[in-house]
């Protein structure tokens, strides 16, 4: 909370502008992303760049349970889940932009995690045989990606084309996405402290996705350092993507149809 607010007073110093708002959600919890996406529909007229940046990494497995009391890992449900609902139940605001997008920061793991388990991992997607936390972050990034194409591809067929979609990955940033690891993790992401961005030049490339005229209108691409790069074919698999979005609309209990429609 003190954080927000000290960001908020930066850009407001920065900025000049006082109409900066704060909203909070719990992406972990079904009920709290679903009641935030509510809030929002009712309060803005409209969202011209939606940024799904928030992640989670956790070296132990998770339990949360979804809307309909099922148990699920915490790390499918921050990483994609949650992402996947507000994408679908914020459509009405981006739709009513003249030129929306949106911008899913993912992950270079999501191809480690295809390449391990021979594209989405179907087969233990919630980590209930085997927990391995970087083989799980992955699957959870490699499924966003999957879901930022077929959302795309799902956008044309709707005919809607002021809203474009994409993937990036930011890089390798000192952030707070370590801060449950244990010692030994935590101090190996320590030693890579000499290659990795700052938190403002790991900015560059979402910045870039979010605002370049340069990429206006492009949508279901995947983006690091600033350029358009081919995401791992596995994410490409239109197959696997129709049924990771069949999964998800399961586990969160949202149609996606009645957003697309609307």
Known sequence: TRTAEKIKSEI????????????????????????????LNKKY???????????????KRRKVVNYDNAPIEMMFQVNFLAVFVLNLKLLPLLKNSESARIVNVGSSTH???????GGFNFRDCMGND?????????????????????????????????????????????SGITRY????????????????????SGSYTTLFVAT???????????????????????????TSAMRVWSLAEELTGVTAENFLRS
């Open 12 to 39: 407001v110093r920065e900025t000049g502008n006082q109409k900066v708002d704060i909203e909070y959600v719990d992406l972990s919890d079904q009920t709290s992303v679903n009641e935030f996406a509510t809030r």
């Open 45 to 59: 007229e409209r969202i011209d760049v939606l940024i799904n940046n928030a992640g989670l990494m956790l070296p």
């Open 111 to 117: 191809r480690i995690s295809a390449r391990i388990n």
């Open 130 to 174: 085997s927990y391995e936390m970087f083989s799980q972050y992955g699957n959870s990034k490699l499924a966003n990606h999957m879901c930022v194409l077929e959302l795309s591809r799902r956008l044309k067929e709707h005919n809607v084309r002021n809203v474009t979609v994409n993937s990036l990955n930011p890089g390798t940033i000192p």
């Open 181 to 200: 690891l244990g010692s030994f993790l935590a101090y190996g992401h320590l030693l890579l402290q000499p290659i990795n961005k700052t938190v403002t």
């Open 212 to 238: 370049s005229p340069a990429i206006r209108g492009v949508t279901g691409k995947w983006y690091e350092h600033c350029v358009e790069v081919p995401c791992s074919p596995a994410a490409k698999d239109q």
